[in-house]
């Protein structure tokens, strides 16, 4: 056992009485503590569902969260059981999830992260390619044929929006966007940072007719397969598993059935999958947050220092509640978001209508914003509270601070939203009529 631990971890700094105690079966108790005044029984034993399974699949399969391991590898399993995605029931490709919807997302994802934070970020990247095929794949046998692989882990996908030179700037795009007599498409030019996709079969990607101008955009599923897709894998230090993509389209042909919308109705598909997205990235944001005041909170009732443990010390408890009880209202101000989401989406026969969809965006935007900078904020001093232990690859706290500092940039950096939540201002003063 000594040995087995020595070769997949650094030199083990926390002792083995306190790394027992945060073990993951611990971590899920006190979460599942702090929210079953919360949740409906309904969502309850979803997350209990998706715990028990992680915490079968990590015995099982001996995983150890170390650096050796491919994150990759797990997807094919959580697919088959259906725990990859539930943002939807998927009846189109006969799946009928009975759990699915926004609030089911993320008790999904609370599970998953603590499973291991890194897996949750590269396998939940991939919704970002199932939503725009359940939004647009009009039966078409191959875009249902893709959007089956991706939902039951056969293949990652990826979304492609941001180029070398067309970060914050999405809609003003340079790949180019050629129609061809036979209804199929000339793809040329460059995209970067591209979550998944040196590991996807398919990624949906943007183009335009016309460089810089959004009303010519078009939108594509991509067969990685084909001649004329270069990649190469972008590395992030702070994901070191996680694989993202800096492509080439070299007169890349995309055949008519693989269009998911012509040119003109990229934009507009664009937007679309803000919300959902948004708002996937504020739930991980929380999960991740959750996560670490999991571990801060078992170590500080454990760790002693001056004969007492380290919690009765003000700075430590003081601090640790202040995130805890900010971390509770934005989590309890989320499942509120999510709940209305869901009702709407049912209301309104299984996807929003586009100017629901746009009354949300700034809702969107504000979890985005609050919930990434709270995750950095989290993430640091849940690290700082375990001292040196909390430094060191011993547990899952350096997985939780790294992603906790790419939050910020993902989805759209802090800047944007507060640029977007600015013009938002500015719309609704205006419709306050004052
Ligand atoms: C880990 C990771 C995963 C990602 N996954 C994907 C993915 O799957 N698919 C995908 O397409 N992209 C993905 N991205 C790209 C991500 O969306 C972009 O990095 C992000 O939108 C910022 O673009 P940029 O890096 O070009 O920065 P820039 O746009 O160059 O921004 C530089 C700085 O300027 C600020 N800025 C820019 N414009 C404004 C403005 N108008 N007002 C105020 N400040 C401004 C920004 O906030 C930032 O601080 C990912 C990025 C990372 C790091």
Redesign the pocket.
């Known amino acids: 056992m000594e040995e087995e631990k020595k070769t997949r971890y650094m030199t083990q700094a926390i002792n083995d009485e306190i790394l027992g105690k945060l073990s993951l079966k611990n971590r899920y108790s006190f979460l599942n503590t702090n929210l079953m005044t919360v949740l409906n029984p309904k969502e309850f034993n979803f997350l209990k569902s998706v715990q028990k399974y992680c915490m079968r699949f990590e015995k099982k399969n001996n995983v150890t969260h170390g650096p050796d391991e491919d994150v990759y590898d797990w997807i094919p399993a959580f697919g088959a059981e259906g725990f990859l995605t539930r943002a939807h029931p998927f009846e189109m490709i006969d799946i009928n999830y009975p759990e699915h919807g926004a609030t089911i997302e993320f008790m999904r994802n609370l599970a998953v992260n603590f499973f291991d934070p890194q897996f949750s970020l590269a396998s939940g ?1 991939t919704v ?1 390619a199932v939503n725009p095929l359940h939004e647009h794949h009009e039966n078409v046998p191959i875009r249902l044929e893709v959007l089956k692989k991706f939902v039951t882990g056969e293949t990652p996908g ?5 180029e070398p030179e ?5 809609v003003h795009m340079l790949t180019t966007c050629d129609e061809q007599s036979d209804g199929s498409y000339i793809l040329n030019g460059e ?1 970067i ?4 996709a040196p590991k996807a079969r398919y990624v949906v990607a943007y183009a335009t007719a016309e460089q810089n101008n959004g009303n010519t955009m078009a939108q594509f599923l991509i067969d990685t397969k084909w001649e004329g897709w270069n990649c190469e894998r972008v590395f ?1 230090p702070y ?1 070191p598993k ?1 694989f ?1 993509g800096k492509e080439r389209f070299d007169n890349l042909r995309v055949p008519k059935e693989y269009v998911l919308g012509a040119v003109g109705k990229g934009r507009e598909h664009l937007f679309e999958g803000l919300v959902p997205e948004r708002i996937g990235i504020a739930i991980d944001c929380i999960s991740s947050s959750w996560n670490a005041v999991s571990h801060a909170s078992i170590y500080v009732n454990n760790r002693k220092q001056f004969d007492q443990m380290v919690l009765k010390f003000q700075g430590v408890g003081f601090l640790l509640t202040d995130l805890w009880a900010r971390l509770t209202n934005v989590t309890l101000g989320l499942l509120m978001f999510c709940k209305s989401y869901d009702e709407k989406v049912e209301k309104f026969g299984g996807s929003l209508p586009h100017n629901i969809s746009q009354a949300m965006v700034a809702s969107a935007s504000q979890f985005k914003y609050h919930a990434a900078k709270l995750a950095a904020e989290i993430g640091y001093e849940c690290a700082n509270l375990m001292g040196g232990a909390g430094l060191c690859d011993n547990t899952l706290m350096q997985d939780i601070l790294n992603m906790s500092r ?1 939050a910020e ?8 939203q507060t ?1 977007i939540l600015s013009m938002a201002l500015r719309q609704l003063y205006k419709m306050a009529g004052i």
């Open positions: 990247a970002l990826a979304i492609l929006i941001t067309r970060g914050s700037d999405a995209k940072f591209n979550t998944n992030i994901i996680v993202l790419i940039i993902v989805g759209g950096s802090r800047q944007i640029y």
